[in-house]
């Protein structure tokens, strides 16, 4: 194809540019001269066309021809490189003109660059064989580079520093810390284009740090050969940071397939000991751990896949019959475990604290919701914040008789149903812990009402897993003498309605559970005040749908 073939050619004279822009500036370092200066910069503009009509062209041919995924992988992992290179481009012309500054060019002879900026040069004319050829080592080798120049940034930095203690020509050593740094920045563009490279090949976005993960964690369950012979498929992106997704062996369709997942060590060590712990408890409710990796502040986890649809999914795509199926397994399958886990001493809960650590996210997206106290003659209006401070007594005076192992973050997409096997499984366990079942019950329930789809249909369906849900809930507490069940479901819900507004752009329905909220907090403190029993207004989840 023409078009294709013009952006290689144009990448291809864009590396030379650049590799030639590289090699003037060293040699400018060395042997500042007007002549070479000039050329640097009235290379600099040429250089930015060259990336303009790459990243036009880029978007052009997407936009106009059916290409297949490799070949659009292979466009966008172009355009990226493009606009590294040019940025590389433009730290040179940053270093020449830095240049201009020093007093004397030899000031720049004590720091160590030459070595490492000579592998630069030698990487960027590297890049079109390694992307020719799939060739993953030298991709990782463009990436591992970033690293090397922040220990030498590092290493000149600190030598740039005792010159300044002493204290002669400080004028000239900050200028020095400069050149250094903009030598520091070509090393994060350089990152970019090894992992652009990576995404090329792979067919997934992912930082040389994940891929390193991903390939030790594989090894260490036994999966041999490199990473181009499994399928890697990302398919959650989590609120906390962590990457998630789906491994299998290529040609291997016996294979079982995994789910690999990496982040934040703490929580990734968590989610490891919390599967454990759930294997331990009740196997087979939660996935099999294949392997596992620490690496410095992170780790990496890969699990069994279980195959199956979340129970969100269930709520719409599947027959009616199929969905009280799943329920009725949901329902048995957390009494057992209720059952089994239960620890007969008093549990304080903890939403009310929940709550005040989430206030600054939620009206950072919704300032409109903060409500401050009014005043209206003798009527008054507490805050927020007042509400919240005497519900909290309420909390302390209200504590559950008895904890359970709870999931700890009970969303319907947390639940996947497999209806061949007739199982129910749990995922995404970093948070389980023994607690109040009533934080599992008051999240599925409004990760139920917060669904964002309105429709008549649908809300029927909602509706009929909640009050099911609440239905089996109340029946536990009945059966186990819960006096407090609907004080603490009360301001459970409270809090998930609350926090749910962070996630949730649509200014008409955040508003609408926040209200809800309001609504429940004055319920409970009314029927403190009056010594009166508070029963869970349950109608306040049931929304009735609008016609389509």
């Not at 993960?213 to 181009?228: I, N, P």
């Not at 934040?264 to 000991?273: H, P, S």
């Not at 809300?459 to 897993?465: A, C, G, S």
Request: hydrophobic share 40%.
């Amino acid at each position: 194809m023409k078009n294709i073939k013009t952006i290689e050619e144009n990448f291809r004279f864009l590396i030379l540019e650049v590799q030639n822009q590289l090699e003037a500036t060293l040699s400018f370092i060395e042997r500042p001269t007007p002549k070479t200066y000039d050329k640097i910069i009235a290379k600099d503009d040429y250089i930015d066309n060259l990336k303009n009509i790459i990243e036009n062209k880029c978007y052009s041919s997407l936009n106009k021809f059916s290409l297949n995924q490799e070949a659009i992988n292979r466009l966008r992992a172009i355009h990226i490189m493009a606009i590294n290179l040019e940025r590389i481009a433009d730290y040179c012309v940053n270093i020449a003109k830095q240049m201009g500054y020093l007093s004397s060019p030899k000031t720049i002879e004590i720091l160590s660059y030459k070595k490492k900026m000579g592998e630069v040069h030698q990487a960027i004319g590297t890049i079109m064989d390694i992307l020719d050829n799939k060739n993953l080592p030298g991709a990782l080798s463009i990436c591992r580079l970033e690293s090397e120049l922040d220990s030498i940034y590092k290493e000149n930095f600190d030598r740039i520093m005792v010159q300044l203690r002493i204290g002669r020509n400080v004028e000239d050593h900050i200028t020095s810390l400069f050149i250094i740094r903009y030598m520091e920045r070509i090393g994060d563009s350089l990152l970019n284009i090894g992992e652009s490279i990576l995404f090329s090949i792979i067919g997934e976005k992912i930082k040389i740090q994940q891929f390193e993960a991903l390939q030790t964690t594989l090894s260490k369950s036994g999966v041999d050969g490199d990473v181009t012979e499994v399928d890697f498929q990302g398919i959650w992106g989590t609120r906390s940071g962590c990457r998630i997704a789906k491994v299998e062996e290529k040609d291997r369709p016996q294979a079982k397939d995994s789910i690999f997942k990496e982040g934040n060590l703490r929580k990734i060590r968590q989610e490891k000991t919390n599967l454990e712990c759930w294997n331990a408890l009740y196997p087979g409710l939660v996935p099999r751990i294949f392997g596992y990796h620490e690496d410095g502040e992170t780790a990496s986890l890969l699990t069994e896949f279980l195959p199956g649809c979340s129970l969100e999914e269930a709520i719409f795509n599947v027959e009616e019959d199929i969905l009280d199926n799943a329920l009725f397994i949901l329902e048995q399958t957390l009494h057992d475990i209720w059952e089994q886990t239960r620890k007969p001493h008093p549990l304080h809960s903890t939403f009310i604290r929940q709550m005040r650590e989430r206030m600054p996210a939620v009206f950072q997206v919704h300032p409109e919701l903060q409500r401050p106290a009014l005043c209206v003659d003798d009527f008054h209006v507490p805050s927020f914040s007042q509400l919240l401070d005497r519900l909290e007594t309420v909390e302390q005076q209200s504590p559950a008789p008895f904890s359970v192992f709870t999931h700890g973050d009970f969303n319907t997409n947390n639940i996947i149903y497999n209806h061949g096997d007739q199982r129910i499984y749990f995922i995404d366990v970093y948070r389980s812990q023994h607690g109040d079942y009533i934080q599992d019950v008051s999240v599925f329930l409004i990760s139920n009402f917060r669904i964002p789809i309105f429709d008549i249909q649908s809300r029927i369906r909602i509706n009929k897993v909640i009050l099911k849900f609440f239905e089996f809930s109340r029946n536990f507490a009945i059966k186990t003498h819960d006096e407090t069940f609907h004080i603490r479901l009360g301001i459970g819900v409270v809090r998930s309605l609350f926090t749910s507004t962070r996630f949730q752009l649509n200014k008409k329905f955040a508003k609408t559970m926040y209200h809800k909220a309001i609504y429940l907090m004055e319920r409970l403190l009314d029927a403190q005040d009056n010594n009166n029993p508070f029963v869970f207004p349950l109608e306040i989840l049931l929304e009735q749908g609008k016609a389509q």
